[in-house]
C-alpha cells in the first residue's frame, strides 16, 4: 500500500475541508451505532418469537359434562380433550364433536 497519495491528499485538504469531514465521519459512526442497535433489537426479536410455541385449545360437550385439553398441536389438544372425556363417560366421546381452535398468545 502507497501511503505518499494518501499524505499528499491530506496535505492539499483545507483546514474547513478536514472539518466537514470529521463531522461526516462523526455522523456515519452516530448512524453506523444507531443501526447497530436496531439490528441488536430485531435479533432478540426473532429470537424470542423463535421460541413460541403455538398452543391450541380443544372442548367436547357431553351430556355428563364439557372435557378440554390443550397442546402445541390441534391433534395433541384433541387427543388429551378425549382421554379426559374417556376418564368420566366413553359413551359421548365422539372424535368428530371435538372442537378445536388456536389460542390467543
Given at each position: 500500500m502507497k501511503i505518499w497519495p494518501l499524505i499528499l491528499t491530506l496535505s492539499v485538504l483545507s483546514p474547513s475541508a478536514l472539518?466537514?469531514?470529521s463531522q461526516l465521519h462523526s455522523d456515519l459512526d452516530d448512524?453506523?451505532?444507531?443501526?447497530e442497535v436496531t439490528v441488536r433489537e430485531l435479533?432478540?426479536?426473532?429470537e424470542r418469537l423463535?421460541?413460541?410455541r403455538p398452543t391450541f385449545s380443544c372442548l367436547?360437550?357431553?351430556p355428563f359434562g364439557t372435557f378440554h385439553g390443550k397442546g402445541e398441536t390441534s391433534l395433541e389438544a384433541k387427543a388429551r380433550t378425549l382421554n379426559a372425556c374417556e376418564k368420566g363417560s366413553k359413551a359421548f366421546c365422539s372424535d368428530d364433536k371435538v372442537v378445536c381452535e388456536k389460542?390467543?398468545?
Open positions: 472539518a466537514h469531514s448512524r453506523m451505532r444507531a443501526l435479533q432478540n426479536e426473532v423463535r421460541n413460541l367436547l360437550n357431553t389460542a390467543d398468545i
